[in-house]
């Protein structure tokens, strides 16, 4: 590799991808520059384990390079590269999940000490306690939901990042969160798991 | 050995090449060509949903025996309106289907194709552009039938009280010559008349009445042969 690491500090995203453009070297400098951001998030959507999540993101990136022609500058670049990245893992879960690899869905340690004050509950009990569940009623609410609480609250996307991400009206990210929420109250209350002292 | 690094080399090993600039531009500008082509014929069609409207007069439908009403039906647009619905569908797959189609909703992008083709469609139908289409398809379609041909059908039925012609003679009674080419003698003394006429030679005319004798015909009422847009400037 011609390019080192610290060639590419500095410079824009938006910037990287016309020099790797030019020159295939830069595009590592991309790729180290979101690969344990986009690992955490290919975990937080699927059942990959990590071996599994860091060769989801290979691809993913293969990808990216075939595409990176396509990227446009109207869009910020990390919202281009999760759409990538969200498309390829989904698609890949869903292939596992057909052949009949039937995976619990594992969360990291963020994800059980942000979401409840993210999701408005109150007081935390246990941690463990708080984890254990929080854990079994994203596995029960609907895939939608599930993508749209992690890119809000564990990504902390805005609305706009989430609408290039997921292609959807900023309208209906809006309104999908809304939903979300309700949705992981309502399970909760439906398996009789209360986050409130 | 990094994993940037490993990425890079699959790349090369497997010979990955970058897909060009120009065909994700040409993706993008056929997908805006192909909305703004399906706002521009779902416009026209429209227009001569309009055209077609106007030259339809439901006060008929009173009128009409239960027989002859599916020849009254026959002249609603149902294929424009069919037409108009197809591409406004299409215009919404088209936008859709653009880079940034995804960030309108569903709602807007249908409202906006329905404004659009709207404007687009009266504008047309004012600047007299529907009847020509109406026109064009009549010639070059052998199975469309064009509202002028569906409504002389319907003015076609004297035995119904309908008929319909040119004026060839103006004396104490109207003699005109119907589509076919036959002459008839029209009593006009007590009929009403509907819109702005001048009753003279060569004005073509659509009457309701009683046929008495083969050639002879008692109008109730005399309307001019063009739709309603003449109509509207009766008193």
């Known amino acids: 590799?011609?390019?080192?690491?610290?060639?590419?500090?500095?410079?824009?995203?938006?910037?990287?991808?016309?020099?790797?453009?030019?020159?295939?070297?830069?595009?590592?400098?991309?790729?180290?520059?979101?690969?344990?951001?986009?690992?955490?998030?290919?975990?937080?959507?699927?059942?990959?384990?990590?071996?599994e999540a860091e060769e989801i993101l290979q691809e993913a990136f293969v990808?990216?390079?075939?595409?990176?022609?396509?990227?446009?500058?109207?869009?910020?670049?990390?919202?281009?590269?999760?759409?990538?990245?969200?498309?390829?893992?989904?698609?890949?879960?869903?292939?596992?999940?057909?052949?009949?690899?039937?995976?619990?869905?594992?969360?990291?340690?963020?994800?059980?000490?942000?979401?409840?004050?993210?999701?408005?509950?109150?007081?935390?009990?246990?941690?463990?306690?708080?984890?254990?569940?929080?854990?079994?009623?994203?596995?029960?609410?609907p895939e939608k939901y599930r993508e749209i609480l992690i890119l809000k609250f564990l990504e902390e996307k805005d609305y706009k990042e989430i609408s290039d991400i997921l292609k959807k009206p900023s309208g209906t990210v809006a309104t999908l969160i809304n939903r979300a929420k309700e949705s992981f109250r309502?399970?909760?209350?439906?398996?009789?798991?209360?986050?409130?002292i | 050995m990094k994993n940037s690094q490993k990425l890079l080399e699959k790349i090369q090993v497997r010979k990955i090449t970058q897909k060009s600039r120009l065909k994700f531009v040409l993706k993008n500008s056929l997908f805006w060509t192909l909305f703004a082509l399906s706002i521009i014929i779902g416009g026209l069609s429209f227009s001569v949903i309009l055209f077609v409207l106007n030259e339809t007069e439901f006060d008929l439908l009173s009128q009409i025996t239960d027989s002859k009403v599916e020849l009254f039906l026959g002249i609603l647009p149902f294929f424009w309106v069919i037409s108009c619905v197809i591409f406004l569908l299409i215009s919404i797959f088209g936008i859709r289907h653009t880079k940034i189609g995804y960030r309108y909703s569903p709602f807007w992008v249908f409202g906006s194709s329905v404004i659009l083709s709207i404007i687009l469609g009266t504008s047309f139908f004012f600047t007299g552009g529907a009847g020509k289409i109406?026109?064009?398809?009549?010639?070059?379609?052998?199975?469309?039938?064009?509202?002028?041909?569906?409504?002389?059908?319907?003015?076609?039925?004297?035995?119904?009280?309908?008929?319909?012609?040119?004026?060839?003679?103006?004396?104490?009674?109207?003699?005109?010559?119907?589509?076919?080419?036959?002459?008839?003698?029209?009593?006009?003394?007590?009929?009403?008349?509907?819109?702005?006429?001048?009753?003279?030679?060569g004005e073509k005319i659509k009457i309701i009445g009683k046929m008495s004798e083969d050639i002879i015909f008692i109008a109730k009422e005399i309307r001019p042969w063009e739709g309603r847009k003449m109509r509207s400037n009766e008193k």
């Open chain 2, 134 to 201: 109406e026109q064009i398809f009549a010639e070059n379609i052998p199975i469309y039938e064009s509202v002028v041909e569906k409504k002389i059908a319907l003015w076609s039925m004297p035995e119904q009280g309908f008929l319909s012609g040119e004026i060839i003679e103006k004396k104490e009674i109207l003699i005109i010559k119907d589509w076919s080419g036959k002459k008839w003698k029209i009593n006009f003394e007590n009929a009403l008349m509907r819109g702005k006429m001048s009753l003279n030679k």
């Open chain 1, 63 to 141: 990808k990216v390079w075939q595409n990176l022609n396509e990227f446009d500058e109207t869009l910020k670049f990390s919202s281009w590269i999760y759409r990538i990245i969200h498309n390829v893992t989904i698609t890949e879960w869903k292939k596992s999940q057909s052949k009949g690899k039937d995976k619990t869905q594992e969360y990291d340690e963020e994800l059980f000490q942000n979401l409840p004050a993210k999701l408005d509950l109150e007081k935390e009990v246990n941690q463990k306690f708080v984890e254990n569940n929080i854990r079994k009623i994203l596995q029960l609410i």
């Open chain 1, 186 to 196: 309502q399970t909760a209350k439906q398996e009789n798991i209360s986050f409130i």
């Open chain 1, 1 to 51: 590799m011609k390019i080192l690491i610290k060639d590419c500090k500095g410079l824009s995203d938006e910037e990287l991808v016309k020099k790797s453009l030019q020159d295939i070297d830069y595009f590592a400098c991309i790729y180290e520059r979101y690969e344990q951001k986009l690992i955490r998030y290919i975990l937080r959507i699927s059942s990959f384990d990590f071996a």
